[in-house]
Every structure is written in C-alpha cells, then in structure tokens.
C-alpha cells in the first residue's frame, strides 16, 4: 500500500513474493497504474468466511478470559499503531497494529509471556488462527515478520510463535529457526521493489489464489505460451526456452533428432506430440487423439474383462469441515438394459459413517451377484477417501482390506494416461 507517497508492505507480499516475483511485479504497477483484478470465486470466499468464524471463535474464548485490549479496525494506521503501543502490558492483544521501517503487519493476537525486555518484565510473542489442518511455509514466513516487527516494538525478539489451527490445535515454532531465512526472503523483496527486475507469469501453485490470475492466464493463450502443453514442467519449459523453442506451436513442428540440453530425446518427443495435437485442436477446433505404443501391464492392458456387476465410482468431499467430511458418495451400475445411479449423502458424521456402510453394503450385495465385478474411479481420491473413512470410524476394515487386495478398484485415470495422448490441456 502507499501511505503519502511511501510503499508500506505486509508479510502477505513477502509471501506472495515467494510465490510468484511476477505477482509482486504486477501489484507494484497497479499502485501506480489499477489494473483490473480477477475477482474471488465462491471457493475462495468460503475460505475467508471459515477463517473469519475461526478466528472469532478463537477470540470468543480469550475474550471469556479476560484481560483482552481490541484495536478497533476503522482508525487509521497511526491511530492503530499508537493503540497498540498503549495496550502493551495487556495480556493479550487483538489486532495489533505493529510497524518497522517500510514494513508494517496487524496479527491476530499478542500474548504476554514472561521475559525481559524495554517494556520490562515481560514481553509479547505472536499467535494467529489459521483455518488450515497443518502448518504451511507461508505461515511461518508470516509469523517471522510479525515477530521481527514485535522485536522492534518491545526490544527483544520473541523467544517463540504460535499457530491455532483450524482443528483446534496449537503449536509454536522457536523464533530464532526461522528468522535467518525470513531476513534473506526480506532483503530479496526489498531489492525486487527497488530495482523493478522485468518478470514474466509462469504457473505455479499460488496462481489458483492470485487477483492476476486472469491476466497471466489471457498473457499465455496469447504468447501460445509452452506452460499450456499439458503434463509439461517449469524446468522443461526453461529448457525448452534456452533452446530457442519458446511456443506451444514452435514445440509441435520441432524437427526429428533435434536436441535440447539436459532433456533426454523421448521426453522431448513426447512433449512434442502433445503440443502438436494441442495446436492442431487450437488451429481446426476439432479435438484429437492417438492411441500410445500398447506395453504389458501398462495403459488398456489394466483394464480386466467386463463384468455386468461393474461400478462406477466418485466421492465428493469437504476439505473445510474439520477432518473433512466426505459429504457424497455416488455410483452407476446396470440394472439389467438400464443405466441407474445411487448416491449416499452425509452431512455430518453420523451420516457420513451411515453413508460408507451403505455404500459398502451395496458393494457386497453386488458382488454376491457378480463375482467378477469391479470399481472404476477416476485418480486416486475414492480408494484413499474409503481407507481414511474406515479409519476414521473403525469400521468394515475387513471388507475394504478384502476389495483392495482382490485388486477391485480401477484407476482410469491412470488408463488413459497409459493407453492415450490427446488434444487437452489437462487430463
């Protein structure tokens, strides 16, 4: 943000740097040109509603302890950092404004410990709520910044920070562990924003969750960028690139026994082949696809012989519920000519236990029928949910140990990416 003329960053752009420097790039520019943003997707808004109950039940509970001063969140920025500093000998703060230099932060919370420093005898270390189940780098770099900015505040860096986790529990993270690396990470965005380095978008895991998103998106259809080709990498595509092949096009005509350094010659044909059915699909808008070279045990060969008890399988589950909650479990069979479909749905666990019992009844009762049968699924997700599932309730261990070891789930996706190469994307 830009405060009378100064950039002032958060450790959110520290973060997002990490990410993604062409992100910080982009952010930099809108402060002095807005550029259009990508708007939230109902995904990521629940996320920030769940975050939000989150953090106000965790609140609820200090405020029940008492002892609690809350910086009020429509002041100004001085006004929160003046409040902060005057709330210091509280046992916990909320929403602390804290600021160093061209860096400022507002954490969750400051909890009092025991310990020297220029407010006397004892000092402040940072907790924040996160609705995630297990800690993330991202969290720790956060945590590094709001502690070096307490530091900054109170004399002394806190000896330890803290995470509450969006299943209840509380962990802590020694200071000292991280800080070294935080400082490096510090000085590495401070140099990108003063010197301006030229960046280009490449995907990364951070896109999903960016407000540029749409405009790295519309840059690579335009430059026909290599990151489109499907089942590429980012090293590949580097390399591609230090070898003149800059374009999903320019990789589909590249020329029989062309060389391309630390690339070995059939994973530069393969590539190829996928970009060229990509840009022919592109070009007529007709989609296509070749069947690969048949091995044993590879591809159409793991499919068994057809059953007329066979199943097809998908689960659906809630990532934000905690523990998760696998919410709908689907299946379509032949009843004789017809085609039906049966679901078992679950909105708490009650129900989602009920649901894995009556999906594992139906199973049984099919396989009473069609001894041959078997479970088609598309990834991994079914077989890893229905373990965790048997786990979670201790239950029909025996029946499941019984499907898996008889081989009777079927990855399809695993299939086609054996048996198949075609003109998407994605798989």
């Not at 991280?178 to 990108?192: D, E, G, I, S, T």
Request: charged share 30%.
């Amino acid at each position: 943000m830009l405060q009378n003329g100064a950039l002032l960053a958060s450790a959110s752009d520290i973060v997002n740097y990490l990410g993604c420097a062409h992100r910080t790039t982009l952010d930099l520019v809108h402060l002095e040109t807005p550029l259009e943003k990508a708007p939230d997707d109902e995904e990521m808004q629940l996320v920030q509603e769940k975050g939000r109950v989150h953090e106000a039940g965790f609140l609820k509970g200090l405020r029940a302890a008492g002892g609690m001063v809350e910086i009020a969140q429509d002041a100004s920025l001085e006004e929160k950092l003046e409040r902060t500093r005057e709330a210091m000998g509280a046992g916990v703060i909320y929403q602390a404004a804290l600021r160093e230099g061209p860096f400022i932060g507002h954490a969750d919370f400051l909890r009092r410990v025991e310990g020297k420093s220029a407010l006397g005898g004892w000092r402040y270390e940072v907790l924040d709520t996160k609705l995630a189940l297990k800690t993330k780098a991202k969290f720790l770099i956060q945590l590094a910044c709001y502690s070096d900015l307490v530091a900054a505040a109170q004399g002394a860096l806190p000896e330890r920070a803290h995470l509450a986790l969006g299943d209840g529990r509380e962990v802590h993270f020694r200071v000292q562990d991280y800080a070294h690396y935080y400082r490096n990470v510090r000085h590495r965005f401070l140099k990108h924003v003063a010197e301006r380095p030229k960046t280009q978008p490449e995907p990364v895991e951070a896109c999903e969750l960016c407000h540029w998103r749409l405009r790295c998106a519309a840059q690579w259809e335009t430059e026909d960028h290599l990151s489109r080709v499907a089942g590429i990498r980012r090293q590949q595509v580097r390399r591609l690139e230090a070898a003149g092949i800059r374009t999903m096009a320019a990789l589909g005509v590249v020329p029989e026994g062309t060389r391309v350094a630390r690339m070995a010659p059939e994973t530069l044909a393969k590539l190829a082949a996928q970009a060229r059915l990509q840009a022919e699909a592109q070009r007529t808008g007709a989609r296509g696809h070749e069947l690969l070279e048949a091995a044993p045990y590879r591809g159409f060969a793991r499919l068994p012989a057809p059953s007329k008890g066979d199943l097809y399988f998908d689960m659906e589950g809630d990532p934000f519920e905690k523990d998760g909650l696998e919410y709908l479990l689907g299946v379509a069979y032949r009843d004789g000519e017809e085609w039906r479909y049966r679901r078992w749905w679950a909105h708490d666990r009650r129900e989602e236990r009920a649901a894995f019992d009556g999906f594992m009844d139906f199973v049984a009762e099919r396989l009473a029928r069609f001894p041959d049968l078997h479970i088609y699924h598309y990834a991994h997700y079914e077989p890893t949910a229905l373990k965790s599932l048997m786990s979670k309730h201790g239950v029909r261990e025996v029946e499941l140990d019984d499907l898996l070891r008889a081989e009777r789930f079927v990855d399809l996706y695993r299939v086609v990416r054996e048996a198949l190469r075609i003109s998407e994307p994605g798989y």
